[in-house]
T-cell receptor
Framework: AQSVTQLDSQVPVFEEAPVELRCNYS??????LFWYVQYPNQGLQLLLK??????LVKGINGFEAEFNKSQTSFHLRKPSVHISDTAEYFC?????????????FGRGTSLIVHP | DVKVTQSSRYLVKRTGEKVFLECVQD?????MFWYRQDPGLGLRLIYF???????EKGDIPEGYSVSREKKERFSLILESASTNQTSMYLC????????????FGPGTRLTVL
């Protein structure tokens, strides 16, 4: 079974600074990868997803993520954060074939942007 | 605009009460899910359904049951609410393929006193 590790439970950062939120998954089988964002008192919404092709994926709100198969990682980055990026971020992984077709979520990283 | 709606944003119930949480999606999705979200534990899957009247247990089904009588509606039932079921409950739906993302409702914050 897949496991997803988000290495940082909380990431504080100043406004306009760059940020990286880390995500590693356990299995080396072919996977689909997702990042979701949850703003306060809301449900999750998709930021970006990797299905195949280019390992650099661009999402909404200026976020991007890079798929690294050899390191089984899918880290999320933004070059300059805004106060409005303060939210909980979740990484999720689905196996392309075999195993469960239910995605496995990480425990989340709370991004806190300070003025 | 695609939508997943949940019947209540906030709910307060007493221990031992039967609680119904309703979820409706308007995207004709086959899959529907119920998660609970607790600080530090992320999302934990309670039940999911891949078709009408079909259901499968997730990681933490104890104390919960579900009902899916129509494709667009998926209900979570707490037969006898307990204080340890105080949590945020999130409903989600998706198309059947593994490459498809989930669409989430706004959540129901349930407090059991």
């Amino acid at each position: 079974a897949q496991s997803v590790t988000q290495l940082d439970s909380q990431v504080p950062v100043f406004e306009e600074a760059p940020v990286e939120l880390r995500c590693n998954y356990s299995s080396s089988v072919s996977v689909y990868l997702f990042w979701y964002v949850q703003y306060p008192n809301q449900g999750l919404q998709l930021l970006l997803k990797y299905l195949s092709g280019s390992t650099l994926v661009k999402g909404i709100n200026g976020f991007e993520a890079e798929f690294n198969k050899s390191q089984t990682s899918f880290h999320l980055r933004k070059p300059s954060v805004h106060i409005s990026d303060t939210a909980e971020y979740f990484c999720a992984v689905s196996d392309q074939t075999g195993g469960s077709y239910i995605p496995t979520f990480g425990r989340g990283t709370s991004l806190i942007v300070h003025p | 605009d695609v939508k997943v709606t949940q019947s209540s944003r906030y709910l307060v119930k007493r221990t031992g009460e039967k609680v119904f949480l309703e979820c409706v999606q308007d995207m004709d999705h086959e899959n529907m899910f119920w998660y609970r979200q607790d600080p530090g534990l992320g999302l934990r899957l309670i039940y999911f359904s891949y078709d009408v009247k079909m259901k499968e247990k997730g990681d933490i089904p104890e104390g919960y049951s579900v009902s899916r009588e129509k494709k667009e509606r998926f209900s979570l039932i707490l037969e006898s609410a307990s204080t340890n079921q105080t949590s945020m409950y999130l409903c989600a739906s998706s198309l059947v393929a593994r490459s498809n993302e989930q669409f989430f409702g706004p959540g129901t914050r349930l407090t059991v006193l």
